[in-house]
């Protein structure tokens, strides 16, 4: 059974940091592309960032681009969201999803995702 569990959100004040890590089980990681996506309240669903199987490539949406920072550790199976600089408007539930696609380059789409977590909060306060 695969399973993808997120931790690290919480509340914190606008320009501080956190760092999200998901831990999928149940697949082979190092196969999997990996996403992470956040849904506001009252808003749709919207990709975040991805990274490729081996960490080599990554692509983020430009509401995080140069404060966020997707990265991966194939070797403890777990992919990491380093959050700095936070806005208000990063106030989201942040999921974590798979693909399995060991070519993948990372996608923004969220119908090629496999797997999906629980979801974690992140507020940001101002």
């Known amino acids: 059974q695969v399973q993808l569990v997120e931790s690290g959100g919480g509340s914190v004040q606008a320009g501080d940091s956190l760092r999200l890590s998901c831990a999928p089980s149940g697949v082979t990681f190092s196969s999997y592309v990996m996403g992470w996506f956040r849904q506001a309240p009252g808003k749709d669903r919207e990709f975040v960032a991805g990274?490729?199987?081996?960490?080599?490539?990554?692509v983020y949406a430009d509401s995080v681009k140069g404060r966020f920072t997707i990265s991966r550790d194939n070797a403890k199976n777990t992919v990491f969201l380093q959050m700095n600089s936070l806005k208000p408007e990063d106030t989201a539930v942040y999921y974590c999803a798979a693909e399995k696609n060991p070519y993948g380059l990372g996608s923004r789409r969220e119908y090629e995702y496999n797997y999906w977590g629980q979801g974690t909060q992140v507020t940001v306060s101002s």
């Open positions: 990274i490729n199987s081996r960490g080599g490539s990554t």
